[in-house]
């Protein structure tokens, strides 16, 4: 799936800024997940802030970065979305949702709501 992913507490991932994830929690999840590493940096200087990396199911590696208050997720994989991200989507007590408005969820697919 070349495709990217957004993890949000919005009802749609481009309104985050108004329901965000805070970056600090993030970086704290983040480094206590055992399955991220930091693979890279975005910025420069004190406001530079780490890309993750996921190394997913089938050997493809994914980024993870913040922005905006949701967490984006970019790469290529043949895996199911929801049983690559779900866990960190529902720890952060948030939406897994893909570019076109879909979701992903345990129960499977969910259509967009607009």
Known sequence: MGYELHISRAEEYYDS???PIALDEWLSYAESNS?????????WDEDRQPIYEYTCADGSVVSMTWFEGAIEIKGHFDGDAYREFGAVA??????????H???YTASGVLPPTR
């Open 17 to 19: 800024a108004e329901h």
């Open 35 to 43: 399955t991220l590493r930091v693979g890279g940096w975005l910025g």
């Open 90 to 99: 529902e720890d952060l007590q948030a939406n897994l949702q893909g570019d």
């Open 101 to 103: 408005g879909e979701r």
